[in-house]
């Protein structure tokens, strides 16, 4: 059975580079905090594990996967054209 996760907050590892910047993206409550490094998160959207969304306007938005040209995978919202806006407007994780 897949879960679903909402993603809550985003770390960033290169801020000049949007797409290849998030390297990790978390959720949960203060008692509940979690988090999870981008390989892992593509790993389990491709194999069917898990499905992750943000909240945009207070509607929930499927995250999914997609390559750069580069050949490089990265995540965004369904939303989202080219460039992963509704993630990169989440906040830091702590």
Known sequence: M???IQIKCI???NHWKPRGSISQVGGGTLA????LE???VIQ???RGECVFFVNVDSDPVAVKVAVD???KKYIKTV?????PAHLLELPECP
């Open 2 to 4: 897949q879960k679903t």
């Open 11 to 13: 770390r960033r590892a």
């Open 32 to 35: 509940n905090r979690w988090k």
């Open 38 to 40: 981008l390989d892992e």
């Open 44 to 46: 389990k959207i491709e």
């Open 69 to 71: 040209r580069d050949g």
């Open 79 to 83: 939303a989202d054209g080219d460039f």
